[in-house]
């Protein structure tokens, strides 16, 4: 399966319901009834999950960002490490060739 197709199954979802899904579950999950006090011990496994879910726009801003010419930055910087750089400067970046 190519990356490009990972991400458009990733990016083709309806994204404001998965941040308030994502949102919602950052508050229950520092509930007392569910995992408040594992969250205030510093459970790293709950700390984990809450980071997960208010991290959830970002990430799929992230990932899902595309360049003038409809590619995906994260699938370019997969192979270069240079998303942001990509995204910014794509003259610079076109001069780079990817190898199949």
């Known amino acids: 399966m190519r990356i490009t197709q990972i991400l458009d199954a990733t990016c083709n979802v309806n994204a404001a319901k998965c941040y308030n899904l994502m949102q919602d579950l ?3 999950i520092r509930l007392d009834t569910v995992c408040g006090k594992d969250y205030q011990q ?3 496994y ?12 970002m990430e799929y801003e992230a990932a899902c960002m ?5 590619s995906y930055c994260k699938s370019f910087s997969l192979f270069f490490h240079t998303c942001s ?3 910014q400067n794509e003259k610079k970046a ?3 060739t990817m190898a199949e």
């Open 94 to 96: 076109s001069k780079l």
């Open 26 to 28: 950052a508050y229950k």
């Open 42 to 44: 510093e459970n790293p």
């Open 66 to 70: 595309k360049d003038s010419k409809g």
């Open 46 to 57: 709950v700390r984990q999950a809450y980071n997960g879910f208010i991290s959830y726009k």
């Open 85 to 87: 750089i990509y995204c």
